[in-house]
């Protein structure tokens, strides 16, 4: 088992996101998983990410706040304890459109063993 605390995880800076923090919380270390990594992000009021798309699947959960997800044309508001996942080559935006901070997990597999 590997434990890491909140207080150790690291930041990292997530291509074509604006208004977030996002923390690594599982993931590129010894011991951990092997198969997918695990971060925290906290989007301001306004922040967001796309939009863009990405050769792997991600799947988001709302932990706090909403997050608002426009996928061909269509936006789906994620309140707290929601989920969706992302498919391969899928074209997203999300955007924090309330006034609260969202805080949201996201769980991304590694790519071919390339970490970024």
Not at 3 to 13: G, N
Not at 34 to 61: C, I, M, R
Not at 103 to 112: G, R, S, W
């Amino acid at each position: 088992m590997l434990v890491k605390r909140f207080a150790d995880a690291q930041k990292y800076e997530a291509p074509n996101h604006r208004g977030v923090v996002g923390l690594r919380l599982q993931g590129f270390e010894e011991g951990g998983p092997k198969n997918q990594w695990v971060g925290y992000s906290q989007f301001l009021p306004g922040g967001g990410a796309g939009p863009d798309s990405t050769p792997f699947e991600k799947v988001y959960v709302v932990l706090e706040g909403e997050m608002t997800v426009l996928i061909d044309g269509t936006e789906t508001v994620l309140c707290v304890m929601d989920s969706c996942t992302i498919q391969p080559g899928e074209v997203r935006e999300i955007i924090n459109r309330s006034n609260s901070v969202c805080k949201m997990l996201v769980v991304i597999p590694y790519l071919m063993g390339v970490k970024p």
